[in-house]
């Protein structure tokens, strides 16, 4: 494939398995060129993490847990190390709130997992970002992308805390638009539709949302993990270079109807 991320440098965080969208957003920038550093959130998973990250060999391969500065400064001082204290494109596909939350009553939802679904769905970016800002700033500029979900913006039945968590991470992006425009760095999010992917597969009543879905969305079908790569993609390079602040819909139409 044609190269548009030749000798660009990424960091991607939420690859769980091979059907992540981080995971097919990554594939797809090494396959156009990107040198791609990965984290992955716990022992659990770093084996799938490491193999994946081997196919496209990748230079580095770390822990972060999102809820830990310790963390995120250990993973971005080493992202520095790595990429001689340059980054270029930083992918955020990073979510969680507690399964109960995601089956029961919104108004059930206690202070302490609301605070958890908004800290590691929402205030992971703006933590990301921060520490993004100065790797990008040396490389004069950068581009971070953010999954996102209708449900920020419409009440989805039991998405709930999670809804919330992204009106919180959609209104982020604005605000880290504006403050990190100053340095060429754009800010985006992609509002994909459902995907089967580990997130999504143990929710209740998915396939039934699917077969809403594809009855509903204009374009009558589901679409995947490249779809996500393909828009990511775009967001990231040259070609969106005056693009930031915004959503971009990767949901077959979904989001424009009101029946
Ligand atoms: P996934 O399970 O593959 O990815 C979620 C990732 O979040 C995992 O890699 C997990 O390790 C990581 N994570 C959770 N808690 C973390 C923590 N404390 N620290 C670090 N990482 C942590 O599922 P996915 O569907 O690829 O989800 C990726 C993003 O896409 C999420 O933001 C999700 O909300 C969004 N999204 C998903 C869908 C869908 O239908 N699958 C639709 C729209 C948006
Ligand atoms: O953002 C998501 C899902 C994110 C997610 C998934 C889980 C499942 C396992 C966050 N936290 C957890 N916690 C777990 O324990 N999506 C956009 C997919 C999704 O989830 C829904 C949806 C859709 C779509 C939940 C209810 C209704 C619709």
């Not at 995601?102 to 958890?116: A, I, K, M, N, S």
């Not at 449900?151 to 982020?172: I, Q, T």
């Amino acid at each position: 494939m044609a190269g548009r991320f030749e000798g660009k440098r990424a960091l991607v965080l939420g690859v769980a398995n091979r059907r992540s969208i981080a995971w097919a957003i990554a594939k797809r920038l090494s396959d156009e060129g990107a040198t791609v550093a990965f984290t992955y959130q716990g022992e659990r998973i770093e084996k799938n993490v490491r193999e994946l990250a081997a196919s496209v060999a990748s230079p580095l391969v770390t822990a972060c847990d999102v809820r830990s500065d310790e963390d995120l400064d250990r993973v971005f001082q080493e992202v520095a190390d790595t990429f001689d204290g340059g980054l270029d494109v930083l992918v955020h596909s990073v979510a969680f709130a507690a399964a109960e939350d995601l089956e029961g009553r919104f108004v059930d939802t206690p202070r302490d997992r609301f605070w958890l679904a908004l800290d590691i769905s929402a205030y992971s970016l703006v933590a990301c970002a921060r520490r993004a800002e100065p790797l990008m700033a040396a490389r004069g500029g950068g581009a971070i992308v953010t999954m996102t979900y209708l449900g920020g913006e419409r009440a989805v039945p039991h998405y709930n805390v999670m809804g919330v968590a992204k009106a919180a991470l959609d209104s982020s992006v604005r605000y880290l638009a504006w403050d990190l425009g100053f340095e060429n760095i754009r800010v985006n999010a992609i509002s994909a539709g459902p995907v089967r992917t580990l997130a999504a597969r143990s929710i209740a009543g998915f396939t039934t949302m699917e077969a809403m879905f594809e009855e509903r969305a204009p374009l009558h079908r589901q679409i995947d993990a490249d779809d996500c790569a393909a828009a990511a993609a775009y967001l990231l390079s040259e070609e969106a270079a005056n693009v930031t602040g915004t959503t971009l819909y990767v949901d077959a139409g979904y989001h424009a109807m009101g029946m």
